[in-house]
């Protein structure tokens, strides 16, 4: 039986896959260029949340953290083909250093490691589904079908389980946990109202999920924050200890110490944070501004 022929999207994404790391990065630099001067919707985005986040840059400090943003945005996006499309042991062969192996090894207890979208989240993945012994995430599949079975296979490809994001998902993160299992958790996007509640970040409310601090008051495990920072010839891998107050009972307590260690781990290289994302777009109370109306002031 012949083999059903690739979406032209899919074909061209596993054609970047194939170039070489420094192509995609100096192509990454040209497009993250054209999306600031073509006054594009994640350039607006973008200048809106490091204006919020970072008032205490000048205008000129602002506008160069803006343009970074933009192309390390892009970098990301392209070094996802990479990524999925290289064999494991080049992509990890790209690791330079890791800063606290052992921060980052599971024990009994089990281990979170709260990954926001920093640095690149899917090198991350590679290393630790090869380097943890039982490691399990959540992915919510993509909304284009024909994508879903090669993005899980490149996911899971070093040795990481991926569970739907939904009650059984949640379930076989509890379990494995419980098993003294390693769980990546993506924490820094806006969860749906039942999942989140609103906690400081960079001093603004944000909607944050609730999973994380739950699984760790449920199953005892440890948890970290830790990226794959970008460096000129490949990454290095980051990670801090959350702060003893995420382990709290109180959930509002547990969310603002979670959302506390993102932003500390955020500030090593802010330029590598996707600031193109609504971070804020839901507001804790009716009637207040929306940070991202079009008729707001940039």
């Known amino acids: 039986m012949t083999q059903p022929v690739s979406p032209l999207p899919l074909r061209l994404f596993r054609w970047l896959g194939r170039r070489r790391l420094s192509t995609l990065r100096r192509l990454g630099r040209w497009i993250g260029t054209m999306l600031l001067v073509s006054g594009s919707g994640p350039a607006r985005v973008t200048r809106i949340n490091i204006g919020l986040c970072f008032p205490e840059l000048t205008d000129p400090e602002q506008r160069a953290l803006v343009r970074a943003s933009l192309v390390e945005t892009v970098r990301t996006g392209l070094e996802m083909a990479w990524s999925w499309e290289q064999p494991v042991d080049k992509v990890l062969s790209h690791i330079e250093t890791v800063e606290d192996t052992q921060a980052l090894t599971a024990d009994e207890r089990g281990l979170i490691v709260l990954a926001p979208h920093l640095g690149n989240w899917e090198v991350l993945g590679l290393w630790l589904g090869q380097t943890q012994p039982r490691m399990a995430s959540l992915y919510a599949p993509p909304h284009q079908t024909w994508l879903e079975p090669y993005m899980r296979a490149a996911r899971e490809r070093s040795g990481a389980t991926l569970h739907p994001t939904d009650r059984r998902g949640v379930m076989q993160l509890t379990r494995c946990l419980r098993e003294g299992g390693t769980v990546g958790i993506l924490p820094d996007q806006e969860p749906d109202f039942s999942a989140g509640q609103f906690a400081p970040f960079f001093g603004i409310a944000a909607n944050t999920m609730t999973l994380a601090a739950k699984l760790a008051r449920r199953t005892g495990a440890r948890a970290v924050v830790a990226a794959a920072l970008r460096t000129p010839g490949g990454f290095r891998i980051v ?60």
């Open 239 to 298: 990670s801090e200890p959350v702060p003893e107050a995420f382990y709290a009972d109180d959930l509002p307590t547990a969310l603002t110490a979670m959302n506390t260690a993102i932003e500390s781990l955020v500030r090593k290289a802010p330029a590598q944070y996707q600031w193109e994302y609504k971070r804020f777009k839901r507001r804790p109370e009716k009637g207040l501004p929306h940070f991202y109306d079009r008729n707001r002031l940039t």
